[in-house]
């Protein structure tokens, strides 16, 4: 068990990590575009390419955002992996009953995960991404103000002793409640889209392959690594479009409150203040530029990671069979 925990944290944290560095530039864009709630995707690009060096302006903020999203993955998928494999036993003996009612409608799947209900899945996703959260949460302070351009810091050292000079250790946890708003319903849904588009892209893709229905844990074992790998990406990239869309406003304000905490002291006063003063577009700001990055990272994110926690799986089965 605790060897197979360590394949869920290395796979989480190589795959937030890659996400992170690549998507980096329009995760930077879309800080810019939340902060000035007035200034367009174009005009942010062309201010930011006026830099003495561009591509290191694209990629500012990389450090802090890559700690807080490798990390902050390993942490999640390590959390998500936990609750499943407690909650899976409950799961089988639920749905052991209708099994034999069932069985003639089985299908190869590309998932190497544990199977839950629908509720478990947003339960558990909701759970993992919220613990996640608050344990990464100085990093995300971190990380946004670094893509800000209101703040001139030179290293993440001096950003950590000015947000504690001025702000204590409160400051580190700006926006938590709006970031937990955000990300515990986003991740839980996000959770229950992605299984729900993988059973259905699997149904149709195995089906259209040839490939023989199985049962349990094999039942990725059939299916080839580049369908698996085809069907996981989509399924993420269309589940992470939908949440997205749902939670933006969420993002927003959870933007403001971290970049400026004295102006927007809490989730319904900032939301309030925004839609009195810029009008409900506000809270759309960015919903572009997050909907492209969390749609491409969330479904490299977690195509890697399955087909990683599948080839490890795979090789432990292999050597454990060896030994025997």
Not at 178 to 204: C, M, N
Not at 223 to 233: E, G, P, Q, R
Not at 251 to 265: F, G, N, S, W
Request: a positive charge; glycine letters at 6%.
């Amino acid at each position: 068990m605790r060897l197979l925990q360590s394949f869920h944290f290395v796979a989480g944290l190589c795959s937030g990590t890659l996400g992170a560095v690549l998507l980096q530039p329009i995760d930077l864009l879309k800080t810019r575009v939340q902060q000035s709630g007035s200034q367009s995707i174009r005009t942010t690009i062309r201010e930011i390419a006026k830099s003495p060096n561009a591509v290191a302006a694209f990629w500012r903020g990389t450090v802090p955002s890559t700690l807080r999203t490798g990390f902050g993955s390993a942490v999640y998928f390590t959390t998500l992996s936990t609750i499943r494999q407690h909650a899976t036993p409950l799961a089988l003996a639920a749905s052991s009953s209708s099994a034999s009612s069932s069985s003639s409608g089985r299908y190869s799947s590309s998932s190497s995960l544990p199977k839950l209900s629908n509720t478990a899945n947003l339960l558990s996703g909701a759970f993992a991404r919220a613990f996640a959260g608050f344990l990464l949460m100085p990093l995300t302070i971190l990380k946004v103000r670094y893509e800000s351009n209101l703040y001139s810091y030179t290293s993440l050292a001096g950003a950590a002793r000015d947000i504690y000079q001025k702000e204590r250790i409160r400051g580190f946890f700006a926006g938590y409640g709006a970031t937990a708003v955000r990300d515990a319903p986003h991740a839980g849904l996000y959770v229950l889209f992605y299984e729900q588009f993988k059973k259905r892209l699997s149904k149709i893709y195995g089906r259209s392959k040839g490939v023989a229905a199985v049962d349990g844990a094999q039942a990725s074992s059939n299916m080839t690594s580049s369908l698996a790998a085809t069907i996981n990406f989509s399924s993420g990239a269309m589940a992470s479009a939908t949440c997205s869309f749902i939670t933006n406003p969420f993002d927003a304000v959870k933007t403001r409150i971290q970049l400026q905490p004295h102006e927007y002291r809490n989730t319904l006063q900032a939301m309030s203040k925004m839609i009195t003063e810029e009008g409900v577009r506000s809270l759309y700001d960015g919903l572009a530029l997050r909907l492209t990055r969390k749609a491409i990272s969330s479904a490299l994110a977690w195509m890697l990671y399955e087909e990683i926690i599948r080839r490890a799986e795979t090789t432990l089965s292999r050597n454990v069979s060896g030994q025997v």
